[in-house]
């Protein structure tokens, strides 16, 4: 034997080596098949009782492990699995988008997810449950079949190797995990109480109800057409875009990416592609000319950014003039607008406005001075819930580096045995 070879056999005390490394005493190596499998058996919701649990993928949040809201069986027609209280389950459909929930009562699911029983024998549903939200379940989930419609593989899955501590540190792990969960959620439920605080806050600010100390002036009605000019983007395909050259926005970004206003384009394109598109201004506002539903029409951002940008096919441009572009683009997605955007709309699949129906909408603009304040309010909210977010997304990022030192044994919770003299 080689002193290298020598070296790679050490193991720290309490640990041994295994095929997958060096686990602690008393832990095994094990496979996802041995510990759980799919409950699916199919049944009809005609086949329960009406008022029973139904789960649709929709119905769980993303990486967060809760219900959004519930259906029950009578609203549903389609096969369903049935999960009973302590099954984990996991959306096998786009699996990347971390749709896991652990059963707190019996109910049936779309055939899109699985219910996990666990082998009792072997594994608590606790640990099983942490097991499905680390990065390895879920990369391995995405090794799928379907180019459309991804779904995960059990052939697949069934060989994921897993760590296996005794139940007790199963149970200890999970808490620590779950201790972390409660803290995510309580941001979760922060951000939430802030946005509906900003959402109440704009209601009243925006439609004068409320006015901020200092401010009495008579608001003025205007159309859009009476306070810019409008233009139409052109060009910029999806190929178009490359990770370097000039910033631009395309109309679906405006649906995904951006709110209210943009100061960072997420997307660029090279100089010739620049050439055939609409250079955009500070301050000018950036309205979706397509879109899916008459509700969603005319989405709507101001861009603020510094660098020269250019917008592409589908956004409609308007030029403010002797207004505040923050205070714009907070205004033209409040309720009020949305439902003239919705009005001047055509098409049924796909929704169209043009520039000549947005010039009609109307809307009521404070002076400018008041335009800034009820803006500078606004965005502060919006600073504020930007920062609990990312204070969410960091602390959700400690939580995978725990599970990846928890659920493998590097980090223990439990002292392990003493080495014998």
């Not at 802030?194 to 439609?207: P, W």
């Not at 995904?256 to 100061?263: A, E, P, Q, S, V």
């Not at 000319?289 to 020269?308: F, K, M, N, P």
Request: glycine letters at 10%; proline letters at 5%; one cysteine or more.
């Amino acid at each position: 034997m080689t002193e290298g070879q020598a070296v790679a056999e050490e193991v720290p005390p309490g640990y041994k080596r295994t095929e997958a490394g060096a686990v602690p005493e008393g832990w095994e190596i094990g496979r996802l098949g041995d510990i759980a499998s799919i409950r699916n058996q199919k049944i009809l919701p005609s086949n329960v009782d009406p008022d029973t649990l139904c789960v649709e993928l929709e119905h769980i949040g993303q990486g967060n492990g809760q219900l959004l809201e519930v259906s029950i069986a009578q609203n549903s027609t389609s096969s369903k699995y049935c999960f009973f209280t302590g099954d984990v389950l996991f959306g096998r459909l786009r699996s990347y988008l971390r749709k896991f929930w652990h059963a707190d009562r019996d109910g049936i699911c779309t055939t899109e997810i699985w219910p996990l029983m666990v082998n009792t024998s072997l594994v608590d549903s606790v640990f099983l449950y942490a097991i499905v939200q680390s990065n390895q379940f879920v990369e391995t989930a995405s090794i799928s079949y379907g180019t459309h419609m991804p779904r995960a593989d059990w052939n697949v899955m069934k060989n994921l190797e897993v760590h296996l501590p005794p139940l007790p540190e199963q149970r200890a792990i999970a808490g620590a995990l779950s201790d972390a969960d409660g803290l995510i959620g309580a941001l979760d439920a922060l951000i939430e109480k802030k946005r509906a605080i900003k959402r109440a806050a704009m209601q009243q600010l925006l439609t004068g109800k409320t006015r901020l100390p200092g401010f009495e002036g008579e608001w003025k009605v205007k159309r859009l057409g009476e306070i810019g000019h409008f233009a139409k983007g052109r060009g910029i395909k999806r190929d178009d875009v490359t990770d370097e050259g000039s910033p631009c926005i395309r109309y679906g970004e405006l649906y995904t990416r951006y709110h209210n206003y943009i100061t960072t384009p997420v997307s660029r394109i090279p100089p010739a592609v620049a050439q055939t598109a609409l250079p955009i201004q500070t301050g000018d506002l950036l309205f979706a000319g397509s879109g899916e539903t008459a509700e969603d029409i005319g989405r709507c951002v101001a861009y603020l950014g510094d660098e020269q940008a250019y917008a592409g096919g589908d956004i409609v441009v308007l030029a403010p003039s002797g207004q505040n572009s923050i205070y714009l683009g907070y205004l033209m997605d409040h309720p009020l607008v949305t439902a003239q955007k919705a009005r001047l709309s055509q098409g049924d699949v796909i929704v169209h406005i043009s520039a000549t129906n947005l010039a009609q909408v109307e809307i009521n603009l404070p002076p400018i001075d008041e335009q800034r304040a009820i803006a500078a309010v606004l965005s502060d909210m919006d600073a504020g819930i930007a920062a609990l977010k990312r204070r969410r997304d960091k602390t959700n990022q400690i939580k995978q580096g725990m599970m990846q030192e928890l659920l493998t044994g590097r980090t223990r919770l439990i002292d392990p045995p003493e080495a014998p003299a």
